[in-house]
């Protein structure tokens, strides 16, 4: 059976055959040919650790399958994307999936874990329950800035796409997402949020 395109990004292209996901990072024409390949090989041996450690964490990630040197094989997660559904769920539906999303990231920031892509278009539901993908841009930080603008992304992800009710979304984020350090990690959203307000 061959690969078929799903989806293509500046970073990478992707392909599902079967029940995997293939992963493939697009080589920079722009950049010298060695370091062009030691940034895809090292962001994709990033990518891999990222996922199994949030898997050993018990985080709801895709597993692992296989690594190449530019490439990664992730299991495929059949679910609904919240970008794509949140909306037509019943309000109390969607505040028990935003709780769980909070839960989840708890778990990911507790971990050291960085999204650093952080919206529902990479979150899935599957049997009730939140799943979070896409790590390609993710980091391991102890940094409560990162943690922060994690936060940032998913409240500007529910503004930008679920407008009906995008404060209630987010509070209902929060209700779930209790990491230690949850009050410094508020008060430095709140300075992330005045930085992009008056950036040009």
Known sequence: MSQKLI??????????????????????????????????TRRTRSEAKILSKALEAKINVPKVINTDKFDIEIEYLKGERLSEKLNSYSERKQFNIMKDLGVQTAKLHENDIIHGDLTTSNTLLIKNKVFIIDFGLGFVSKKIEDRAVDLHLIKQALISKHFQNPEALFKNFLNGYNPKEKNRILERLVVVEKRGRYRH
Do not use: M, N, P, Q
């Open 7 to 40: 989806a293509e990004g500046a970073e990478a292209k992707v392909f599902r055959e079967k029940s995997s996901i293939f992963k493939k990072r697009i080589s920079k024409g722009y950049r010298h040919k060695e370091l062009d390949k030691k940034i895809r």
